[in-house]
């Protein structure tokens, strides 16, 4: 009795795994209500411009365009975001994801500082079709 109990846990705990793995990666509330201090400006983007395509990591995977067609990143499953098409994120949502990393994506809040970061938040922005 006790082993088929264990077994339907575990059961029971891999589904909601697998169910939370395919959930839509949001950014804590706090963190999405987190401003840019950084103005969105020619020198910012192009600031951020050159963290983006000079910090490998980005251009890897998102490509020099930021559609997500960079070499490394056709091999990943999830496919990485096109960033042209990033809506419904505020600054600070992205400033999280951006730090934290997920997956294949690796955190930048070790490599990149606060103000490189914001500066790629802008610069992504700058994307948009």
Same mark, same amino acid.
């Given at each position: 009795?006790?082993?088929?109990i @264990?077994? +339907?846990?575990?059961i029971? =705990? =891999?589904?909601?795994? &697998? @169910? *939370? &793995?395919?959930?839509?990666?949001? *950014?804590p #509330?706090? &963190?999405?209500?987190?401003?840019?201090?950084?103005?969105?400006? &020619?020198?910012? +983007? *192009? *600031? $951020?411009?050159?963290?983006?395509? $000079?910090?490998?990591?980005?251009? !890897?995977?998102?490509?020099? !365009?930021?559609?997500?067609? $960079?070499?490394?990143?056709?091999q990943?499953?999830?496919?990485?975001? %096109? =960033?042209?098409? @990033?809506? $419904?994120e505020?600054?600070?949502?992205?400033?999280?994801? +951006?730090?934290?990393?997920?997956?294949?994506?690796?955190?930048?809040? %070790?490599?990149l !500082?606060?103000?490189?970061? #914001?500066?790629?938040?802008?610069? +992504?922005? !700058? =994307?948009?079709k």
């Open positions: 009795m006790k082993k088929s @264990i077994n +339907i846990s575990v029971c =705990l =891999l589904g909601m795994t &697998a @169910i *939370a &793995a395919d959930a839509p990666w949001k *950014a #509330w706090g &963190a999405s209500n987190v401003q840019n201090p950084i103005a969105a400006n &020619a020198t910012s +983007i *192009a *600031a $951020g411009q050159q963290v983006f395509t $000079g910090h490998g990591q980005c251009v !890897s995977c998102h490509g020099t !365009s930021g559609t997500g067609d $960079g070499p490394a990143g056709a990943l499953q999830p496919h990485p975001a %096109d =960033l042209t098409k @990033i809506t $419904g505020t600054d600070g949502a992205l400033f999280w994801k +951006i730090s934290t990393g997920k997956g294949a994506m690796p955190p930048t809040k %070790d490599t !500082s606060d103000t490189e970061r #914001w500066e790629v938040i802008n610069y +992504i922005r !700058s =994307l948009k």
